[in-house]
């Protein structure tokens, strides 16, 4: 299970890294935390039905069922919630060293996806910039900063203008969603803003 955590790690990194102007000579501070106000930024799209998140920050493993989760990649052996990087986060770990779906609210950057627009916008911190279409409503991006390959799939949604739901998943070719990771993690991110829904 060393890669999914590797790749979970690295996700966590890339979502908890500020963005900064570049310039010769003297380095230049982080840039300052945005008022909710500013938000969207750097072309990031508006989000215009903004969710209460109170339910997913408490119980992010309430996001899917089990048998939800098994429904899109496989038989699972378990889930536990893990604090990682951007804030509580469930890991769905699949049976027989599937892989592993990871989801949850990343609570430490207060700017939603305006933060991976304004990585792609500097030319840095994204190797990876894909936005999709709405999910259940709601904007989202595929992106990664590296790890990029078979069975890896990024994706961040925007569930208000200062939140965004990421889900990492990492999955070896005995899933069955090993060749559309991608399309895994939209699936688990509409289930997250459906529960988000219900609770509004």
């Not at 949850?104 to 894909?130: C, E, I, M, W």
């Not at 590296?146 to 569930?159: D, F, I, P, S, Y």
């Amino acid at each position: 299970m060393r890669v999914q955590l590797v790749s979970v790690l690295a996700v966590a990194a890339l979502l908890a890294v500020g963005c900064s102007t570049k310039t010769s000579g003297t380095a230049e501070p982080s840039t300052p935390l945005p008022d909710a106000t500013d938000l969207p930024r750097a072309g990031a799209p508006k989000v215009t039905a903004p969710l209460k998140t109170e339910q997913l920050t408490n119980d992010p493993c309430g996001a899917a069922t089990d048998a939800d989760i098994e429904g899109i990649a496989g038989k699972l052996k378990g889930s536990k919630v893990e604090q990682i990087g951007g804030g509580p986060t469930c890991s769905w770990v699949l049976a027989d060293l599937a892989g592993s779906i990871n989801g949850g609210l990343n609570v430490s950057q207060p700017d939603g996806l305006s933060h991976l627009y304004a990585l792609k916008r500097q030319g840095s911190g994204v190797t990876t910039f894909k936005p999709l279409p709405d999910i259940a409503g709601y904007p989202a991006v595929v992106f990664a900063n590296g790890g990029e390959g078979a069975g890896n799939c990024n994706l961040a949604v925007g569930v208000r203008d200062d939140m965004m739901y990421t889900v990492v998943t990492a999955l070896f070719d005995n899933s069955p969603g090993y060749n559309d990771p991608c399309g895994s993690s939209v699936r688990v991110a509409e289930l997250a803003i459906q529960h988000l829904k219900a609770a509004q």
